[in-house]
């Protein structure tokens, strides 16, 4: 096994205060919500990728929390595409040619080791407006010479579909009754 070099994923100045953000949504408790992943769906379709997925970054973990076309569960933040695009600043991210760009070339999602992406697109996802707890994306396996403005309009849409569900799963979390124990009546 040879030896492979791609950049991992940066992490912000402001790691420890979005990740609060994180744990005050609940979208770590989200995974597999039928809403969600029916916005993964919706995206996958409208920007014609192979994939989409809704992605947290927590710790050292990728949680992919809701998708299409993809597994959801937790992958290793190093190997993460999402991670780039969460401290790209800006609300959509874009990389034509992941096999053109020395960031992303020999990681595992596109080199085969894992997967093969050639194109990735992703929009910050921002409950309340505010620090993004994570990104929307899409995957295609063939390159592309760039993202239409149907395709960004989708993708921006997208994440705000999903900043609104999550506040929605928060605010359901934080207003849900409390069970009586029997017995307390």
Request: aromatic residues 8%; proline residues 8%.
């Amino acid at each position: 096994m040879g030896v492979s070099y791609f950049s991992p994923p940066p992490t912000g100045a402001n790691d420890p205060e979005r990740e609060r953000a994180v744990i005050e949504t609940g979208v770590l408790e989200a995974r597999g919500d039928a809403v969600l992943e029916a916005i993964c769906t919706k995206a996958c379709r409208q920007v014609l990728g192979k994939a989409s997925l809704l992605s947290v970054l927590y710790g050292e973990t990728q949680y992919v929390i809701a998708a299409h076309g993809f597994a959801i569960g937790a992958y290793r933040r190093r190997n993460s595409l999402s991670g780039h695009a969460l401290y790209a600043d800006d609300d959509l991210f874009v990389v034509p040619d992941l096999c053109a760009d020395k960031r992303f070339a020999e990681n595992p999602w596109v080199n085969g080791e894992v997967g093969r992406f050639r194109y990735y697109a992703a929009s910050l996802i921002r409950p309340h407006g505010r620090l993004p707890v994570g990104v929307i994306s899409v995957l295609d396996d063939k390159p592309r010479p760039s993202i239409s403005s149907a395709e960004r309009n989708a993708m921006l849409a997208a994440a705000v579909a999903a900043a609104a569900r999550i506040v929605q799963i928060s605010h359901d979390r934080n207003t849900a009754p409390v069970p009586t124990p029997p017995g307390d009546s």
